[in-house]
């Protein structure tokens, strides 16, 4: 098919034309099996087709419904994480790479690119001194970077890859751009909606059935047309019917027309008022329908229930198949946006983590960063930064504690292994790791925090490690603690001795609770 329309009809209404672009998907003939949609064809799909957005967006906005979970343990995280969110909003993020993929996904292929104001698109992106700059970003179409992917020599380092955009003859530096394919590239076979050899729209398998879900549209367009029409016998009194009796018949139908509930109509004996049977449309015509849906959905490789918004019989929280199935289809979208998102989060670190903010850190965590150097420790934030997904599937909560519990007790057995064994400095650390991994646990510890001087720690095990005393699990917090079989938590100072028994004796009045309750 070329971009050319295919078809001149006109839908009218009255003296009002509704023009070509819809009539171009409803009326062409040439929309058969196996027919491939053009540039302008999928643009007027996605604009006006009841499934064209939704089939482009829903995944989309399926997989960012959630927030991704960011960690940096190896820095101050509370503040990291909050400088760098508030970047992601200032940036629009989130919105631009719903763009970059709603589009590749309409077309087969589409681009974004960063640019600097007052600074030529053709140098590479300086990443250094961004937070300095005022950027702004471009979605690209296929028709802005038209013959992106044309490289079809198998012994070539750029075979069917993307390579640098030009848009309207300007020049884009590869660091600056990152392009998103829908499928993949196959050896000569050229897409017509992305003018490339690129991937493919998610229009192209589905399209001869979205033309028969627009004739289903019909059909139920003309149901609800004829579904209020009254069918009246009515006597016409004999054969000749003269003007008196046209008369009376006429009034009787006006009458039966203005009627409503609460009125009574007069009718003769051998005279009856039906509505016209439409009983037997159900069957056929609902059927028809769904099958329609599950080819559009089966042609698009996406779960059938993302395109009728059924409730799932028991939802997300459930985990039933139906949910599974597509659970595991948005995290396959999540990994197809991966590569934006290593683009923008790239931007939004060089961007929130700035100098003046490390500054600030310093000052308030004087001990850790006063000799480092900023570069030394954004190289050692971004090296720790960590974004994931969190699952769609959301278990039931006595089932997210049990889970819970059993990390709990995977950690607890690690420290009680690896802490008489290790050295003071390897202690502290390992203490310092189970800390850690102890507050991450809000549903098991709910309202309180473990917080241990490590610093005092670390000189309480180095002074008995000097003295010859033992300062592994051998040294115990008191006799009846240190009978306590695998107590973790034995080696610490008198100090921490307090912290920890308060927190002890907090989380077991509330664990109580949760067990009367």
Same mark, same amino acid.
């Given at each position: 098919?070329?971009?050319? *329309?295919?078809?001149?009809?006109?839908?009218? =209404?009255?003296?009002?034309?509704?023009?070509?672009?819809?009539?171009?998907?409803?009326?062409?003939?040439?929309?058969? *099996?196996?027919?491939? /949609?053009?540039?302008?064809?999928?643009?007027?799909?996605?604009?006006?087709?009841?499934?064209?957005?939704?089939? %482009?967006?829903?995944?989309?906005?399926?997989?960012?419904?959630?927030?991704?979970?960011?960690?940096? &343990?190896?820095?101050?995280?509370?503040?990291?994480?909050?400088?760098?969110?508030?970047?992601?909003?200032?940036?629009?993020?989130?919105?631009?790479?719903?763009? =970059?993929?709603?589009?590749?996904?309409?077309?087969?292929?589409?681009?974004?690119?960063?640019?600097?104001?007052?600074?030529?698109?053709?140098?590479?992106?300086?990443?250094?001194?961004?937070?300095?700059?005022?950027?702004?970003?471009?979605?690209?179409? /296929?028709?802005?970077?038209?013959?992106?992917?044309?490289?079809?020599? &198998?012994?070539?380092?750029?075979?069917?890859?993307?390579?640098?955009?030009?848009?309207?003859?300007?020049?884009?530096?590869?660091?600056?751009?990152?392009?998103?394919?829908?499928?993949?590239?196959?050896?000569?076979?050229?897409?017509?909606?992305?003018?490339?050899?690129?991937?493919? @729209?998610?229009?192209?398998?589905?399209?001869?059935?979205?033309?028969?879900?627009?004739? @289903?549209?019909?059909?139920?367009?003309?149901?609800?047309?004829?579904?209020?029409?009254?069918?009246?016998?009515?006597?016409?009194? #004999?054969?000749?019917?003269?003007?008196?009796?046209?008369?009376?018949?006429?009034?009787?139908? !006006?009458?039966?027309?203005?009627?409503?509930?609460?009125?009574?109509?007069?009718? +003769?004996?051998?005279?009856?008022?039906?509505?016209?049977?439409?009983?037997?449309?159900?069957?056929?015509? #609902?059927?028809?329908?769904?099958?329609?849906?599950?080819?559009?959905?089966?042609?698009?490789?996406?779960?059938?229930?993302?395109?009728?918004?059924? %409730?799932?019989?028991?939802?997300?929280? $459930? +985990?039933?198949?139906? %949910?599974? !199935?597509?659970?595991?289809?948005?995290?396959?979208?999540?990994?197809?946006?991966? *590569?934006?998102?290593?683009?923008?989060?790239?931007?939004?670190?060089?961007?929130?983590?700035?100098?003046?903010?490390?500054?600030?850190?310093?000052?308030?965590?004087?001990?850790?960063?006063?000799?480092?150097?900023?570069? $030394?420790?954004?190289?050692?934030?971004?090296?720790?930064?960590?974004?994931?997904?969190?699952?769609?599937?959301?278990?039931? *909560?006595?089932? $997210?504690?049990?889970?819970?519990? =059993?990390?709990?007790?995977?950690?607890?057995?690690?420290?009680? =292994?690896?802490?008489?064994?290790?050295? &003071?400095?390897?202690?502290?650390?390992?203490?310092?790791?189970?800390?850690?991994?102890?507050?991450?646990?809000?549903?098991?510890?709910?309202?309180?925090?473990?917080?241990?001087?490590?610093?005092?720690?670390?000189?309480?095990?180095?002074?008995?490690?000097?003295?010859?005393?033992?300062?592994?699990?051998?040294? %115990?917090? #008191?006799?009846?603690?240190?009978?306590?079989? #695998?107590? &973790?938590?034995?080696?610490?100072?008198?100090?921490?001795?307090?912290?920890?028994?308060?927190?002890?004796?907090?989380?077991?009045?509330?664990?109580?609770?949760?067990?009367?309750?």
């Amino acid at each position: 098919m070329t971009d050319t *329309p295919i078809s001149s009809a006109t839908v009218n =209404v009255g003296t009002t034309s509704l023009g070509s672009s819809l009539s171009q998907i409803m009326l062409a003939e040439d929309i058969e *099996p196996g027919a491939e /949609p053009s540039y302008q064809l999928c643009k007027l799909i996605y604009l006006y087709h009841v499934l064209g957005a939704k089939m %482009a967006e829903a995944p989309i906005r399926l997989a960012q419904s959630q927030d991704r979970i960011i960690s940096v &343990p190896t820095g101050p995280e509370e503040v990291l994480i909050g400088a760098f969110n508030e970047e992601w909003k200032r940036l629009e993020a989130s919105r631009n790479i719903f763009n =970059v993929r709603t589009q590749s996904r309409v077309y087969g292929l589409s681009s974004i690119a960063v640019g600097v104001r007052n600074q030529d698109p053709k140098a590479p992106l300086k990443l250094a001194d961004l937070y300095q700059k005022s950027l702004y970003f471009n979605v690209f179409d /296929p028709l802005n970077t038209s013959g992106l992917i044309v490289d079809q020599d &198998p012994n070539s380092p750029s075979f069917q890859k993307p390579g640098d955009i030009m848009v309207n003859g300007q020049r884009y530096h590869r660091s600056r751009t990152r392009t998103l394919l829908n499928e993949e590239s196959i050896y000569i076979a050229w897409t017509s909606s992305a003018f490339a050899y690129a991937g493919r @729209s998610v229009y192209q398998r589905a399209l001869y059935p979205l033309k028969s879900f627009l004739n @289903s549209m019909i059909a139920d367009d003309m149901v609800a047309r004829k579904v209020g029409l009254l069918i009246a016998k009515i006597d016409n009194g #004999g054969s000749i019917v003269d003007r008196v009796m046209k008369a009376m018949m006429g009034v009787k139908r !006006a009458l039966l027309k203005s009627g409503e509930t609460g009125q009574v109509l007069g009718i +003769g004996l051998d005279e009856s008022i039906e509505t016209l049977n439409l009983q037997n449309l159900d069957g056929p015509h #609902g059927l028809a329908r769904n099958n329609i849906i599950k080819n559009i959905a089966t042609a698009a490789g996406m779960p059938a229930k993302l395109l009728t918004q059924e %409730a799932f019989v028991e939802g997300f929280g $459930e +985990g039933t198949e139906d %949910a599974k !199935a597509v659970a595991q289809y948005v995290d396959r979208e999540r990994i197809e946006m991966a *590569p934006v998102y290593e683009f923008f989060d790239e931007i939004a670190m060089r961007r929130a983590w700035t100098p003046e903010l490390y500054e600030t850190i310093q000052n308030n965590h004087p001990g850790e960063y006063a000799e480092r150097s900023y570069s $030394e420790a954004f190289q050692r934030w971004r090296g720790a930064f960590k974004a994931t997904w969190p699952s769609l599937i959301k278990e039931p *909560p006595s089932e $997210e504690v049990n889970v819970d519990d =059993v990390k709990l007790r995977g950690m607890i057995a690690t420290v009680q =292994v690896l802490a008489p064994i290790l050295d &003071p400095f390897n202690q502290v650390k390992l203490l310092t790791w189970a800390e850690d991994n102890l507050n991450t646990h809000e549903r098991l510890f709910e309202g309180s925090k473990l917080v241990l001087d490590f610093d005092a720690l670390r000189e309480y095990l180095e002074s008995r490690a000097a003295q010859g005393q033992p300062t592994g699990e051998e040294s %115990a917090l #008191g006799e009846e603690e240190r009978d306590r079989p #695998g107590h &973790p938590f034995a080696s610490q100072d008198s100090a921490n001795v307090a912290m920890l028994n308060d927190w002890l004796t907090t989380q077991r009045g509330r664990a109580h609770g949760e067990a009367r309750r």
